[in-house]
């Protein structure tokens, strides 16, 4: 096969592509719509799910729901789409999503070009044609000239390596790989491990009918009110007739996402004013505000909430002021109160997370204070030597984020680097977008990308059209390859890390800096400095020939 910069003669069920696209949740949608049929590129996506809808596919326990509002967590690709969807809530759950996303692979045509129940074993570069061969777990192969990894930022789950797991004789679940079958709680004992967003939700959902539900909680969160609604009659007409107007808008916020469906209610939040500006009766009165609507306009009360040490003491000081209020338990009450910084952690919005520990069937166990030691044939035992007999253990550890699904295949660049030997000290890449030493393979939702501080699907949709148009830049260039410059990739990591340490980011532990998973190099792995400045950083470089990369053409470095 010709692997030269015109396009590929392979159909789209072909081997032999313009590019491969990994993953099938919103990313890899948009990459292969416009892939296919706005540049008539001969491409193919490989989805290990047997439907489309990624993290939202994967993720189907129960109370799993979005926590950016409906009307802004939809692709832009169709208008058609845009306009014939409609949502039901403020805050989408799980099902309506994954019935969303169904509903736009039909409506385009997609699902003809995506081959499902597909796992990658394999990704290696042929530096011989600049070109890629992607190998599935089950033995079948792919050529193109352009990978694009789409297989998302929070798409591994993490299963703590507990000694004795394989011993438990009840059922056991991962939150983030649940099972399609519906499963019952009902007159159950059940152990709950973790309390980050996705175990505040299925928290909620267990305690409803558990005989009794064992919280196992190692670190407290920040959790505040969703304020989740059914949409106004009148209010998604207002947003469709406006999308156009509305989606440039809220891209010029910091994390792509207004706080409220409509730009014209009253203005409750962001605030224009430090924390420190107003009297502790009128930041009470703000903070209110904020609480009672719900939604992350609370962390953007003030300027220099998720900036500065003091203005997060005091946010968190003010939630826990709420949790005192809600949960009758003092000694509880404590042990929900988060010891962060506020912001450190992802911050969790939720319907009545505290009120369950009201429930005589709910218990809250501080396995900070007293460890997991391991898991019995029917349990868990702490390292105190106290048992929790259960029938079932839910795993809400999260995820191996940003690098997770990438690390976790044989991705093998120049010379034969294998990607996960690069990133042993810590990812390191240019915009989130590539990484040295692996040409002509593009990343979205990679680390040092604003990807998961963003509305996800408007960042996605932005690292799609840059790495399309960069593509058609190269094409008509006749190059056949770019990758970045060592030293520019090298001055786009420390300016994230720079940007990130001005911040309250930092300043504690998370899945910002893999500090969920054991073993993983500790180190910020999103850029804070908003979507706005994210965006035109991209596109500047784009707008200077791609300045800081490396094009070849020819075999000749240019």
Request: charge should be negative; include cysteine; charged fraction near 25%.
């Amino acid at each position: 096969m010709d692997m030269a910069a015109s396009k590929s003669n392979g159909s789209a069920s072909g081997r032999d592509l313009d590019v491969v696209v990994i993953g099938a949740g919103f990313a890899g949608l948009a990459a292969l719509h416009q892939l296919r049929d706005r540049m008539n590129y001969s491409v193919r996506a490989i989805e290990a799910g047997s439907a489309a809808g990624g993290t939202w596919y994967w993720n189907r326990y129960p109370g799993a729901r979005c926590d950016v509002e409906s009307m802004q967590y939809s692709l832009s690709i169709s208008p058609e789409v845009e306009q014939e969807w409609s949502w039901t809530e403020r805050f989408a759950t799980q099902g309506e999503i994954l019935d969303y996303t169904q509903f736009l692979v039909d409506r385009l045509d997609l699902a003809k070009d995506i081959d499902f129940n597909t796992r990658v074993a394999s990704a290696v570069y042929d530096e011989s044609d600049d070109s890629w061969t992607v190998t599935t777990e089950g033995g079948d192969s792919y050529r193109c000239r352009w990978l694009i990894m789409a297989a998302g930022p929070l798409s591994t789950p993490n299963v703590p390596d507990f000694p004795g797991l394989d011993s438990f004789q009840g059922e056991f679940y991962h939150t983030g790989a649940w099972p399609k079958d519906q499963i019952s709680f009902a007159g159950k004992r059940v152990a709950q491990i973790g309390t980050g967003s996705s175990g505040v939700q299925i928290a909620q959902e267990i305690s409803k009918d558990a005989a009794k539900h064992f919280v196992l909680q190692r670190t407290a969160h920040h959790i505040i009110p969703a304020g989740n609604r059914p949409l106004h009659p009148g209010e998604q007409e207002e947003v469709k007739a406006r999308y156009p107007e509305l989606r440039k808008f809220w891209q010029t916020l910091l994390g792509a996402t207004f706080y409220q469906s409509l730009p014209t209610d009253p203005p409750l939040v962001p605030g224009d004013k430090s924390i420190f500006d107003v009297a502790p009766a009128e930041r009470q009165k703000i903070f209110d505000a904020a609480w009672n609507y719900g939604g992350y306009g609370f962390q953007r009360a003030f300027t220099d909430v998720l900036k500065t040490i003091d203005a997060s003491v005091l946010a968190g000081d003010y939630i826990a002021s709420k949790i005192r209020e809600k949960v009758k338990d003092p000694q509880t009450a404590e042990k929900l109160i988060s010891s962060q910084y506020f912001g450190t952690k992802r911050v969790i919005i939720d319907k009545n997370y505290y009120d369950i520990f009201n429930q005589d069937n709910v218990e809250l166990v501080d396995v900070k204070g007293d460890p997991i030691d391991k898991i019995t044939p029917t349990g868990i035992q702490l390292q105190s030597g106290r048992q929790i007999d259960v029938d079932t253990i839910v795993c809400a550890t999260g995820f191996d984020a940003l690098t997770g699904a990438l690390t976790r295949m044989d991705i093998r660049g120049r010379g034969g680097s294998l990607l996960r030997d690069v990133w042993k000290e810590g990812p390191e890449s240019h915009l989130g977008l590539m990484v040295s030493g692996f040409p002509g393979m593009f990343i979205i939702g990679g680390p040092q990308s604003c990807s998961a501080l963003a509305n996800v699907i408007t960042a996605n949709e932005q690292q799609v059209d840059w790495i399309c148009e960069c593509i058609t830049y190269l094409d008509e260039k006749g190059f056949t390859s770019i990758e970045p410059d060592s030293q520019a990739q090298a001055d786009w990591v420390e300016h994230v890390n720079e940007l990130a340490d001005a911040t309250i980011y930092t300043k504690g532990d998370s899945w910002y800096t893999g500090a969920n998973i054991d073993g993983k190099p500790r180190g910020f792995l999103l850029y804070v400095g908003g979507y706005p400045n994210y965006k035109a950083a991209c596109d500047e470089i784009a707008s200077k020939g791609y300045d800081g990369f490396r094009l070849e053409k020819a075999k000749e470095l240019t």
